[in-house]
Nanobody, 125 residues
Framework: QVQLVESGGGLVQAGGSLRLSCTASGRTFNNYAMGWFRQAPGKERETVAA????????YYAASVKGRFTISRDNAKNTVYLQMNSLKPEDTGVYYC??????????????????WGQGTQVTVSS
């Protein structure tokens, strides 16, 4: 099974940028559709972005479209989330997850029943 580790979170001022990384170990995820998800305390985990295993198809939540970019480097077993023009409402714990499945499934947070530690993103105003 693929083990995923998120990194790159931190504290940033509104309008700033962060780049999150999700690196796999254990086995390659080059055939996995991948997604980024976030969760604020007391809130439901929501999908932020997703990408198919080739990188030819992407999905973005309406709230982040135009500000966030998901990408992947299969040679490095890494998925990235570039976050620009950050807003306080982007604050939350960000998780990555994936499966050898269509992006149609991976874009739904409810599809997954196991999550890693995530990385905290805090955006101040």
């Amino acid at each position: 099974q693929v083990q995923l580790v998120e990194s790159g979170g931190g504290l940033v001022q509104a309008g700033g940028s962060l780049r999150l990384s999700c690196t796999a170990s254990g086995r390659t995820f080059n055939n996995y559709a991948m997604g980024w998800f976030r969760q604020a305390p007391g809130k439901e985990r929501e999908t932020v972005a997703a990408i198919d295993w080739i990188g030819g198809t992407t999905y973005y939540a309406a709230s982040v479209k135009g500000r966030f970019t998901i990408s992947r480097d299969n040679a490095k077993n890494t998925v990235y989330l570039q976050m620009n023009s950050l807003k306080p409402e982007d604050t939350g714990v960000y998780y990555c997850n994936g499966a050898p499945a269509s992006i149609t499934y991976v874009r739904a947070a409810s599809y997954f029943d196991s999550w890693g530690q995530g990385t905290q993103v805090t955006v101040s105003s």
